[in-house]
């Protein structure tokens, strides 16, 4: 199980890594000069070139990425003799352990994410501030998807060739072939603009809103419903079908149908027997879904305004704001590779035979 996991645990990090350069490297291909966005079209390339060399622009784009993943290591290598290193690092890391490897400094810190071009902000302190707006949505959604799939597939399950099975079933295939981004434009409009006078859902808003009469900040609850719904469609189509194809393909095994021999109900069949032993993929796919969302509200949340992370991400590409953008990008990764080691690992206590072949 050791090897197993390191194995596991190896391969998360290749993930991360792999993602963090793809990015870095598109970023830096693009067109734009960070430097000029700060100071502005009327700036003098004497102060231009101040910055460039503040922020380490100024160095070829192989290292400025060897710094960059320097600084979002845990572990990062310093030169010694750099006079001003405990004072920068200090100034970048906060609280950091040190020891001397020759004429290196190892250093053992917090992954340091930089700070915002534009705001001097810590990347850190935005993602903290947005992530949970971000987790909120994600969760809620994924609950709603879990409770309903599961309800609706054990339903179409049991109604096997009817009208109801097939027109859920087709409703199932568009949920999941409908991009997220186009679900929020389609359910914005037509129940927040449509209907919004009999819903009383506004198309835009975040969890907390400041009040206009200087009343302190109210908790809108009605903002979140329409990204939850949105963000629920695709799992929802996802695990109806998976409920209803583990729930027929259980009940055609022999002790299904000596339970029902013996004179049992069909809710007690479907509760006591068949339904604990179809979930394990809807729980697979439910925690996969889940690590995915977290990376899927990035549209949804700009559509709905919702400030969460993903709305901050979208805010940097526009500003080419890219420590924003890099740590946004670092945080799903590490969210999506998390979720998915998890899962990994909990298939491997469960059956030895994923061990032996992972």
């Known amino acids: 199980m050791i090897n197993y996991l390191l194995k596991r645990i190896g391969y998360s990090l290749l993930i991360i890594l792999g993602v963090v350069t793809l990015i870095f490297m598109l970023f830096n291909a693009l067109p734009?000069?960070?430097?000029?966005?700060?100071?502005?079209?009327?700036?003098?390339?004497?102060?231009?070139?101040?910055?460039?060399?503040?922020?380490?622009?100024?160095?070829?784009?192989?290292?400025?990425?060897?710094?960059?993943?320097?600084?979002?290591?845990?572990?990062?290598?310093?030169?010694?003799?750099?006079?001003?290193?405990?004072?920068?690092?200090?100034?970048?890391?906060?609280?950091?352990?040190?020891?001397?490897?020759?004429?290196?400094?190892?250093?053992?810190?917090?992954?340091?994410?930089?700070?915002?071009?534009?705001?001097?902000k810590p990347v850190g302190e935005i993602i903290s501030e947005t992530l949970p707006n971000s987790f909120i949505l994600a969760l809620l959604s994924m609950v709603l998807a879990s409770i309903l799939g599961i309800g609706i597939g054990i339903l179409v399950a049991l109604k096997k060739g009817t009208w109801l099975d097939k027109a859920t079933l087709a409703l199932c295939s568009t949920g999941m072939a409908?991009?997220?981004?186009?679900?929020?434009?389609?359910?914005?409009?037509?129940?927040?603009?449509?209907?919004?006078?009999?819903?009383?859902?506004?198309?835009?808003?975040?969890?907390y809103e400041v009040d206009p009469y200087?009343?302190?900040?109210?908790?809108?609850?009605?903002?979140?419903?329409?990204?939850?719904?949105?963000?629920?469609?695709?799992?929802?189509s996802v695990v109806v079908q998976l409920t209803r194809n583990s729930l027929l393909e259980v009940f055609s095994q022999d002790y299904i149908r000596t339970a029902k021999a013996k004179g049992l109900s069909t809710r007690k069949v479907v509760m006591r027997h068949a339904l604990k032993n179809s979930l394990n993929p809807v729980v697979g796919a439910i925690s996969g879904w889940f690590a995915s969302m977290m990376?899927?509200?990035?549209?949804?949340?700009?559509i709905f305004g919702w400030k969460g992370l993903g709305f901050t991400?979208?805010?940097?590409?526009?500003?080419?704001?890219?420590?924003?953008?890099?740590?946004?990008?670092v945080t799903f990764s590490i969210i999506f590779v998390v979720v998915n080691l998890l899962t990994d690992i909990t298939y491997g206590l469960l059956d030895p035979r994923v061990r032996l072949n992972g």
């Open 32 to 120: 734009g000069d960070p430097a000029r966005m700060m100071m502005g079209q009327r700036s003098d390339e004497k102060s231009l070139q101040i910055i460039r060399k503040d922020l380490g622009l100024d160095k070829p784009i192989g290292v400025q990425y060897l710094s960059y993943i320097n600084d979002l290591s845990p572990i990062s290598l310093h030169s010694s003799d750099s006079t001003s290193f405990f004072y920068l690092d200090k100034e970048k890391y906060g609280n950091f352990k040190s020891a001397q490897l020759g004429s290196k400094i190892i250093a053992f810190k917090a992954p340091y994410l930089r700070r915002s071009y534009l705001t001097q």
């Open 295 to 302: 990376a899927g509200v990035v549209f949804v949340e700009y």
């Open 214 to 236: 200087g009343n302190g900040i109210n908790l809108m609850l009605q903002n979140m419903v329409l990204p939850v719904i949105t963000l629920a469609v695709r799992p929802l």
């Open 178 to 207: 409908v991009p997220s981004f186009f679900a929020a434009v389609i359910i914005g409009w037509l129940f927040a603009y449509v209907l919004g006078d009999f819903t009383g859902l506004n198309l835009t808003g975040n969890l």
């Open 313 to 329: 991400m979208v805010q940097a590409l526009s500003g080419y704001d890219l420590p924003i953008v890099m740590g946004c990008v």
